[in-house]
């Protein structure tokens, strides 16, 4: 009896996991492109005074970034860094580059505190214009959350895509546009 109720209970759990370990990949799944031949435009170090905090590389379909979706953003974590500290700088440099509307900028931080967790060190996190003017969130692969606003898309990447980027160098490397 005891034995039948363990297999009975073994079978149950077994098929949890399989159900909700092949729902959760499914989620999971980065945009084909992505995943299969993402080319490299530019990759480049992030620093604030001597700390490394992440490893930037913008994909591009077809390896060349013009600004057009789709494009992907791969931020690697060098260092442990807080949602919210990653929701009050990206707040702070949409403000610095002249998005100055109150309530769209609460709206912003209300999407991102929903999607954005804190950071640890090896977490990637993958942002993903996509075609039609909005965005997707990746952490470690798993998607968090996606918008369809493109004022967002186009302000929250114009964080390191901009010729206003708070590290201009930076973003013309990430760009592929290489000093010379």
């Known amino acids: 009896m005891h034995r039948a109720v363990w297999m009975v209970g073994g079978c149950f759990i077994s098929m949890m996991l399989m159900v909700t370990g092949s729902s959760h990949k499914a989620y999971a799944q980065l945009p084909g492109w992505v995943e299969t031949s993402p080319h490299l435009v530019g990759e480049v170090r992030f620093r604030m005074f001597f700390f490394d905090v992440y490893h930037a590389a913008l994909f591009a379909p077809d390896g060349r970034y013009d600004g057009t979706s789709p494009y992907a953003l791969k931020l690697s974590y060098l260092r442990d860094v807080s949602g919210q500290t990653i929701i009050e700088t990206s707040l702070d440099e949409m ?3 002249g998005v100055n509307d109150a309530a769209r900028l609460a709206e912003w931080a209300g999407w991102m505190e929903q999607n ?4 640890q060190n090896g977490d990637e996190a993958v942002m993903v214009a996509l075609a039609d003017g909005g965005m997707a ?3 470690n692969q798993i998607k968090r959350g996606q918008t369809n606003d493109p004022a ?3 302000a929250f990447f114009a964080i390191w895509l901009s010729d206003n980027a708070l590290k201009p160098d930076l973003s013309r490397r990430l760009r592929g ?3 010379e």
């Open 95 to 97: 403000r610095r580059q």
């Open 116 to 119: 954005f967790p804190d950071m």
């Open 137 to 139: 969130f990746y952490h």
């Open 152 to 154: 967002f898309t186009k």
């Open 177 to 179: 546009i290489w000093a």
